[in-house]
């Protein structure tokens, strides 16, 4: 299953009446565009009312959209598709129209929660796991009751290609 996430852009928010009060010929003039901050990746343009995406970081292909019915309603939210930790970041959203020109930071944060966890019983020893799980878990053993016995916690991480 594929993690999308939806990056909202407050700038329109903040011009959104005024935007929805602008012509068409302006909202043809008028640009929005993410930005990673971390490496200045070009995350998505858009203007001249259609998709940029000519200096688009190959990182990114085919996985950014903007909901275009909505942009003139004030909502320049990006949409990306196949969220992996790398895309964890500040990202910069940019606008401008013929009015003015506005940017603000978006923080996207990244996390796998634990959704399986696998216990395994052999003779005294117990083992557990789980896969695909970011950030790092802490873990913790315990008994029930309470025991006075010192456990023995080997614990060991192996990180995946996607940093899980």
Known sequence: MAVVKTLRCPVFSW????????SRAELIQSSTGFRRQEDSFQVHSFYRNQDQLGLQDQFFRNRTSLFKDQISRGNASLQLTGVEVQ???????????????????????VDAPVSKVKILRVENRISC??????????LTWSTRPPSNLTLQNQTSIQQTEQQL
């Not at 959104?16 to 602008?22: H, I, K, L």
């Open 87 to 109: 895309d964890q970041g500040r990202y910069r959203c940019y606008t401008s129209t013929v009015r003015g020109e506005e940017s603000s930071f978006i923080n996207l944060k």
């Open 15 to 22: 011009r959104a009446a005024s935007y929805r009060a602008a």
């Open 129 to 138: 796991s789980s896969e695909g799980i970011y950030p790092e878990p802490d």
